[in-house]
């Protein structure tokens, strides 16, 4: 595990001290729940570049994709 400071308000430690020892835990282990919870229950983020190219390997149906990109860039090309 990684060691991590945090600041708390003086409110919001003693809260936590007391959650801690009513729980017969940590207070650090509370913590880790809380993050946890968060994480779980936060909007999902955008997906990585790997997660894109997964979902989406094998979508082109319409022959050589490369064959497909190289003729139609040739309207790129300035004569």
């Known amino acids: 595990m990684i060691r991590t400071v945090v600041s708390l308000d003086p409110d919001d430690k003693r809260w936590l001290d007391r959650a801690a020892e009513a729980e017969n835990t940590s207070m650090t282990e509370l913590v880790r729940r809380a993050v946890r ?43």
């Open 37 to 79: 919870l968060l994480r779980t229950t936060a909007p999902p983020t955008a997906p990585s570049l790997e997660e894109l190219l997964r979902v989406t390997a094998g979508t082109w149906r319409h022959g050589d994709g490369l064959a497909y990109q190289q003729r139609i860039r040739k309207e790129w090309d300035s004569e």
